[in-house]
T-cell receptor
């Protein structure tokens, strides 16, 4: 059973470009969580999605950031018009049930660098 | 709000040395507590957890005890191995308010064990 797969592992974007980060949850998992780790900081919750629904996006910046988890395919975290401050590691986690933080499995992360 | 503070690294030890990584927390409710480990090139993995006061979580020789009176959850191992070299994250989830899926992380502590 493959783990949580994130791609790309590393992504370089110029200021003003769009970044699309993908997360394929573990088989049988329908709950996805995105976290961001800024340099020298811990992981910070961004958004919690179920298939086709955003459950909690309280950690998402109000502008330029969006997330989706379609019925088919991976979850996508989209950052429009990237700025240098968006440079960070973005981690995705999945779980088989909601409210089970301890059963969340994390991917290897996507390291975004904005130049 | 919730927060987690863990000792800053990096921590460098010789094989078979005793390990302690301190972790303290603040929470508005009654949290569950976790230690996650991230080996080089991999995603975060749950190492151990405790869900109520005085509970001891243990796994792979690591232990941590939920101390409500000191709001701490220090990670210990009696004899570290080179293979324990990794980044260790302390985290909590607050079970009040219906958002126990949301993890709050410390900044992480890099441990290097030399032969």
């Amino acid at each position: 059973n493959a783990g949580v797969m994130q791609n790309p592992r590393h992504l370089v974007r110029r200021r003003g470009q769009e970044a699309r980060l993908r997360c394929s949850p573990m088989k049988g998992h329908s709950h996805v969580y995105w976290y961001r780790q800024l340099p020298e900081e811990g992981l910070k919750f961004m958004v919690y999605l179920q298939k086709e629904n955003i459950i909690d996006e309280s950690g998402m910046p109000k502008e330029r950031f969006s997330a989706e988890f379609p019925k088919e395919g991976p979850s996508i975290l989209r950052i429009q018009q990237v700025v240098r401050g968006d440079s960070a590691a973005y981690f995705c986690a999945s779980s088989p049930r909601s409210g089970e933080s301890s059963e969340a499995f994390f991917g290897q992360g996507t390291r975004l660098t904005v130049v | 709000g919730n927060s987690v503070t863990q000792m800053e690294g990096p921590v460098t030890l010789s094989e078979e040395a005793f390990l302690t990584i301190n972790c303290t927390y603040t929470a508005t409710g009654y949290p569950s507590l976790f230690w996650y480990v991230q080996y080089p090139g991999e995603g975060l993995q749950l190492l151990l957890k405790a869900t109520k006061a005085d509970d001891k979580g243990s796994n792979k020789g690591f232990e941590a005890t939920y101390r409500k009176e000191t709001t701490s959850f220090h990670l210990e191992k009696g004899s570290v191995q080179v293979s324990d070299s990794a980044v260790y994250f302390c985290a909590l989830s607050d079970r009040t308010g219906g958002s126990n899926y949301k993890l709050t992380f410390g900044k992480g502590t890099l441990l290097t064990v030399n032969p």
